[in-house]
């Protein structure tokens, strides 16, 4: 009798940690076969604000089936991206739209490597010259003309910056975003706008 | 405050004004919140501090259904639609828009997580432009680092790496250690006990 009431104070103690993800960070079993790539790799994101403790474990895996951005989280976290460049460096010497406008970003930024707008302005222009034209590509040409437009104010060059505002304002680009969140809410039964 | 969903707001409405009612708040975070010890207890002092010195108290997010609203990571890389995490940003920057254009003399000081504060990655934009895009200019990040995590009242620790002596510090710096489109600052909180 003493044995079995053991064994249930034991499993009592199992179950009733509360889970320090919370409920944003779904409870996935990470060796479920029937888990998607692209549910492995949303874990692996929002491991990083809900689940830090998680994230190598989900990161990696991200990185295992095909997602070479989950290095970018892995990099934040331990704060040594140094593998997620050498992926993005390689995917962009592959012409890789991802891969180009990833080292774009990070030059941009200083994520990883010392900023350098100008070698991040040449990776932008790179992208927009492969891929001007291209329908499929249409939303991110846009936003690469914004922020190329932002690097450019940055620098003070207005007149490349007026170049390619005009670029994403004769496209749209910031109506067609609304648009998109708008088409998204409405699908899923949210109200956008929101007095308070 | 990230931490409350604008389902929530009518609740909150009521505590604010009346008093009563915090019980409901508190669950919430009790449930959703629970990133460790005391973490769900410090929101909701939080929210009584907030309401103690006068500040009207602003649910921001959305619920987790309504996150559902988003798409999978390689969509949302290609910016052909928004994942949660996007359009979590997108909605929060619109409902702070919304209130300082309601008014100038309106200030708003809201609590988020700092990946959400600023792009966390190439296509996700942060709230330091949403919200400049929307024409809002005076606008100041405050990052918040030490401290300590707390999985129980005896498991407290710091997870930094610093030198001893600083982890006993109380600063600031101005500065942020990746890209922020406003001025930014750090606040470096000791990693004393509770």
């Excluded at chain 1, 951005?69 to 739209?97: C, F, M, W």
């Excluded at chain 1, 998109?180 to 929101?194: F, R």
């Excluded at chain 2, 988003?70 to 052909?80: I, L, P």
């Excluded at chain 2, 934009?125 to 606008?139: P, W």
Aim: proline residues 3%; contains cysteine.
């Amino acid at each position: 009798m003493n044995q079995i009431i053991v064994i249930i104070l034991c499993f009592s103690v199992v179950l009733c940690p509360r889970s320090f993800a919370g409920t944003f960070f779904p409870k996935h079993d990470i060796n479920d076969p029937n888990l998607s790539n692209d549910t492995v790799m949303l874990q692996c994101k929002k491991s990083l604000m809900y689940a830090p403790s998680q994230l190598e474990m989900w990161c990696e895996r991200a990185y295992e089936v095909g997602y070479w951005q989950a290095l970018e989280v892995i990099g934040l976290h331990t704060g040594d991206g140094s593998r997620y460049i050498a992926e993005a460096q390689k995917h962009a010497e592959n012409d890789e739209p991802d891969g180009i406008l990833a080292l774009a970003f990070a030059y941009e930024s200083g994520r990883f490597v010392p900023q350098n707008l100008h070698k991040s302005i040449t990776l932008y222009n790179q992208y927009l010259n492969d891929n001007k034209g291209i329908e499929e590509e249409k939303m991110r040409v846009a936003g690469t003309h914004e922020d190329l437009y932002l690097i450019y104010t940055e620098l003070g060059n207005f007149e490349k910056a007026a170049e390619h505002k005009r670029f994403f304002d004769e496209n749209n680009y910031i109506e067609n975003k609304d648009a998109i969140l708008k088409k998204q809410m409405n699908e899923a039964g949210i109200s956008v706008d929101s007095e308070q | 405050m990230e931490m409350l969903p604008r389902s929530m707001q009518d609740k909150v409405e009521f505590y604010q004004r009346t008093g009563s009612g915090f019980n409901f708040i508190q669950q919430y975070f009790d449930e959703y919140w629970a990133r460790g010890y005391l973490v769900p207890q410090a929101y909701g002092e939080l929210v009584k501090a907030a309401r103690e010195v006068g500040l009207k108290i602003i649910a921001l997010d959305l619920t987790l259904e309504e996150m559902d609203a988003s798409c999978g990571f390689d969509y949302a890389e290609a910016k052909k639609c928004f994942d949660s995490h996007t359009v979590r940003n997108l909605v929060w920057a619109q409902n702070i828009n919304a209130i300082l254009n309601q008014s100038n003399q309106n200030r708003v000081v809201a609590y988020m997580h700092r990946w959400h504060a600023v792009r966390a990655a190439g296509y996700q934009e942060g709230l330091d432009t949403l919200v400049k895009v929307g024409g809002v200019s005076t606008i100041r990040f405050i990052d918040f680092i030490g401290g300590t995590a707390c999985y129980s009242q005896r498991s407290c620790k710091g997870y930094s790496d610093e030198k001893a002596e600083l982890k006993r510090q109380y600063f600031y710096r101005e500065g942020f250690p990746f890209k922020s489109a406003v001025k930014s600052y750090q606040v470096h909180l000791p990693e004393s006990g509770i």
